[in-house]
């Protein structure tokens, strides 16, 4: 389809959708990312990457390889307004907001296909402007507010919904590539997109979450400042306290219910996963299982099968220098470790230009702590040429998908200690069964527990049987279970599953 904001981009046969990571910054999803595209040579392949704005998406962090034919960059609150002929007839203002008006329903289930020719018309005609200067929107922003938060101020409802809707209308004037598939990578907008192409083209969809946007999303504005407060009367701030934020959760579970319900195909991570995509809308027919998956050739000889210097200690904390992370927590443990073994050493691997903030607060806990003579700081490195010098890995995220580091860990050797987020602990100790009866690789603690993070550290470092026992059962789990050939192949009789629909395989159970 040809762009209403610059030439046409080639034809490819998958079209990737991510939001905030490839290939601009690196992590988890981004490394998934770019291994799943070498690792498939032979399908073309586009990266629509969405940001909020031009400054999100600088530089790219990786070198691409030659089956991406472009990267599309769609940022949400650099706004471009196109210019717009003619009138909105009758029928058109009616369709438009009749269906916005519907978009906002708190009801659990609505026709998604109500939506499809409102999509069309929208991409059809520059009409966007109409949704936010016509007596029709202030006419709509009026009853929605009286319904859902009438004694708020009407000023910052306005507001909100104009920077609610305002980065729908930039993803409506993207570019809609010509692509055999659509793989988004979250629900979120990266979802939305996804689902422009398939009410607009039928396009096939696929969801992958590592992790669940609409959880995230839910965790993010219950926390968040920059919604703003209710101004009350005192006797009524505890009745309409945080209807602002209902607005946007209430939206981005919209989102995902749109992805949830028009998507062909749903992957996770983990059962955990698949649980919540379930609750927050998904079909269970359409989900599955595709865990994470490493090159067991790069890691499993990194390390030689020894116990640590119980006196020595090196542990490791690889990952960004974010607050996510909780990289206090790392710090405190590891002061507490350092008073019963005062030669250990604590090793963080990992970019810190993220967030300068929380960067400076970390350099002044560890001086704090006394801690500058035993915390090294890295930056951006190949990890592989640090793993075997550490000891042990510690991760104490307050939330995570599945955690590559984890699986690095463990086949090459190295016993874990991490929090209970995400599917930790199903990798560190294994699923029920065989996978449960294997043993453990490491162990799970609470959630911004220094004490009980230090006291993992001590145990496994200070016990040679249990150590080697933890190394030898984390190589077994991982060439099991999480061999990145054995991935990348469902991914493939994935695509093939809709690339060449009488040839292709059903993709294989985990």
């Not at 400054?55 to 962090?61: S, T």
């Not at 968040?224 to 009524?236: F, I, T």
């Not at 992957?267 to 269970?284: D, H």
Request: hydrophobic share 40%; aromatic share 10%; net charge positive.
């Amino acid at each position: 389809m040809k762009s209403p904001t610059g030439s046409p981009l080639p034809p490819i046969d998958v079209e990737l959708i991510l939001e905030g990571s490839y290939p601009y910054i690196t992590g988890g999803v981004s490394s998934w990312t770019h291994s799943l595209v070498e690792a498939m040579p032979d399908i073309s392949f586009g990266i629509t990457h969405i940001a909020a704005r031009k400054e999100d998406a600088r530089q790219i962090k990786y070198k691409l390889p030659a089956n991406i034919k472009f990267v599309q960059n769609i940022y949400l609150y650099d706004y471009i307004f196109l210019k717009e002929k003619g009138r909105l007839s009758f029928e058109d203002r009616k369709l438009i907001f009749g269906s916005l008006n519907k978009f906002h329903q708190r009801e659990q289930a609505f026709a998604l296909s109500s939506y499809a020719s409102m999509i069309r018309k929208l991409i059809e005609k520059p009409f966007l402007k109409r949704i936010f200067h016509s007596r029709e929107a202030f006419s709509l922003i009026l009853s929605l507010y009286k319904k859902h938060a009438p004694r708020t101020s009407f000023l910052d409802f306005f507001w909100i919904w104009r920077f609610m809707h305002l980065p729908l209308v930039q993803l409506l004037q993207a570019r809609l590539p010509e692509t055999a598939i659509c793989h988004t990578i979250s629900t979120g907008f990266a979802g939305f997109f996804g689902c422009l192409h398939k009410l607009n083209a039928g396009t096939p969809l696929i969801l992958t979450e590592h992790g669940i946007y609409t959880k995230e999303r839910n965790i993010e504005i219950a926390q968040a400042d920059w919604v703003p407060r209710e101004a009350h009367p005192e006797h009524l701030i505890r009745a309409d306290q945080g209807a602002f934020k209902r607005l946007w959760l209430d939206f981005f579970h919209t989102l995902g219910l749109w992805t949830y319900q028009l998507s062909d195909q749903i992957t996770t991570l983990y059962e955990g996963n698949r649980a919540l995509q379930i609750a927050f809308g998904a079909k269970p027919d359409k989900c599955m299982i595709i865990p994470n998956g490493i090159d067991l050739a790069r890691f499993c000889n990194l390390r030689p099968a020894h116990s640590p210097d119980p006196d020595a200690l090196r542990v490791g904390f690889i990952g960004r220098v974010v607050p996510i992370k909780d990289v206090k927590t790392f710090l405190q443990a590891a002061k507490i470790v350092s008073l019963s073994c005062p030669k250990a050493s604590f090793h963080i691997i990992g970019p810190f230009e993220e967030d300068p903030d929380y960067m400076e607060q970390i350099k002044e806990m560890v001086e704090i702590l006394n801690l500058n003579s035993k915390m090294i700081f890295y930056g951006r490195q190949n990890v592989l040429e640090h793993y075997p010098k550490l000891d042990i890995i510690v991760l104490t995220s307050l939330s995570e998908g599945q955690p590559m580091v984890l699986l690095e860990a463990m086949a090459a050797g190295i016993p874990c200690v991490a929090t209970d987020v995400g599917s930790c602990r199903e990798l560190l100790e294994g699923v029920e069964g065989e996978d449960k009866d294997r043993g453990a690789c490491g162990i799970v603690t609470s959630l911004r527990s220094p004490s009980q993070t230090a006291a993992a550290i001590l145990s496994i470092c200070r016990n040679p049987k249990l150590f080697a026992d933890m190394a030898a059962n984390g190589k077994k789990r991982v060439h099991t279970f999480y061999e990145e050939k054995t991935i990348i192949r469902r991914y493939r009789d994935l695509y093939e599953k809709f690339l060449n629909p009488k040839k292709a395989k059903t993709p294989g159970k985990a």
